[in-house]
């Protein structure tokens, strides 16, 4: 096995574990619920393999499932984002993605947050219009999106910084 696939079977371990034990009983006036687990398909490699990385994405959701009783919606929104995770990237990064140059863990620049906001929008949208399931409710699933992607990305951005190795 490589580094690379040995890195990721640990962040996805490690994130996993931390969204379980810490951020899944974290809900702020039931609107702020963070999510900073999608932070492994943000993370995921560039020019890893995209069948891997849907894989990946659909045993990270299907244990979310699994222990915050959810139904589908974590998979459904998990997969959402790894489908449209190159096309982000395409849109944010733009020739960079196509040289397949890009380090996300690297300094915060507009570019990585553009690709870190809108993968956060595009899951937690999917993932709140999936649980709410009626159009009715658009004005709260707007809101606790809004309010759970603030969240999540400054949870995702602290998490980034912490592991981020040091270059001396």
Known sequence: ???????????????????????????FMG???????????????????KSGLLLASFLLGIVMDLFSNSGGTHTTACL???YFRPYIFKFS??????????KI????????????????????????ILEAFQFSFIL???I???LSTVFTIISCIIIIYLIKPNKR
């Open 80 to 82: 959402v984002l790894a």
């Open 93 to 102: 990064f733009g020739l960079s993605y196509e040289y397949q140059t890009i």
């Open 140 to 142: 709260d699933i707007l």
């Open 31 to 49: 609107f702020l619920l963070p999510f900073p687990y999608i932070l492994f398909i943000i993370l995921y490699p560039v020019n890893g393999n």
């Open 1 to 27: 096995m490589n580094s690379t696939l040995l890195v990721n079977i640990f962040r996805f371990i490690l994130l996993l574990a931390v969204q379980i034990i810490i951020f899944n009983n974290m809900n």
């Open 105 to 128: 863990v690297d300094s915060l620049t507009p570019e990585r947050f553009s690709f870190i906001l809108l993968s956060v929008i595009i899951h937690h949208f999917t993932l709140f």
């Open 144 to 146: 606790r999106t809004l």
